[in-house]
């Protein structure tokens, strides 16, 4: 089965492990520690037409600034989980400088940008259409929650979909 690495990127406390655990094992934790340097996750998605992908998910630490070492990590990665905690609207500006890095830095590469934290309704102040205009190339713009689950199998199969037509 072909596979590809990917990586989860998005400011401190969005939700980005909590999204990969919901994803990988199915469920959500308020326990676990943040994490510490980088955990690589693998699972394999199922596509339409009988394709699959095995997928190599790399959440990394500290990815809220495009550092030396997140640069490091982001190659190698044939595209991206980009995401905002709906709940914090400054939390947009990362990603978009995020997404300014990886691309300087390694190409433009596919990534799916997710506003996370969607179960919490009366204090989401970040609305999708605003991620549309400032993030125009995602492949899709979704409405998660790591704790519900809202969304988060979408946003994985929108990005494996996404990376098989990249050339
Ligand atoms: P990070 O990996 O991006 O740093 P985490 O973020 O996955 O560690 O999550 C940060 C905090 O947000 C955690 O709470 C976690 O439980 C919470 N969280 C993550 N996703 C969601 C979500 O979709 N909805 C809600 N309501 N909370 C979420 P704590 O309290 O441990 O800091
Ligand atoms: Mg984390």
Known sequence: MESRKICILGDFAVGKTSLVQRFVNNQFSDKYLTTLGVKVDTKQVALDHGRALKL?????????????LFLRYARGAAGYLLVADRTRPETLDACVTLHDAVAAAVRPLPYV???????????????????????????????????????????FRRLAAGMLNDP
């Open 56 to 68: 190599a998910i790399w959440d990394v630490a500290g990815t809220d600034a495009p550092t030396q």
């Open 113 to 155: 940008f997710l506003g996370n934290k969607s179960d919490l309704r009366d204090q989401c102040r970040l609305q999708p259409a605003l991620a549309r205009t400032r993030l125009p190339d995602a492949l899709d713009w979704l409405e998660t929650s790591a704790l519900t689950g809202e969304g988060v199998e979408l946003a």
